[in-house]
């Protein structure tokens, strides 16, 4: 499970943040359903209706770790 989250202004991103969060997350959720990756995005994709596009973060989320998986098989 990965969550995507945007940050309000002025607030620090940072690994304190992230672990902060899924502690949080943790108390509240079961232990498989917490995440256990967190990317912090300036904006969610939208529809023009304003719903959340899952399948382009899905998209997004495939193409970050098929570019980290290439750039590992090159070094």
Known sequence: VKAFIVPQ???EVNKALEDELKQF????????????EIEFLK???RTTTG???????????GEKKAKLERKETYQ
Request: without cysteine; hydrophobic residues 35%.
């Open 9 to 11: 202004e002025g607030v």
């Open 25 to 36: 997350v943790k108390t509240r959720l079961e232990a498989y359903a917490y995440p256990r």
């Open 43 to 45: 904006d969610l994709p």
């Open 51 to 61: 719903k959340i596009m899952r399948k382009e973060l899905r998209r997004m989320d």
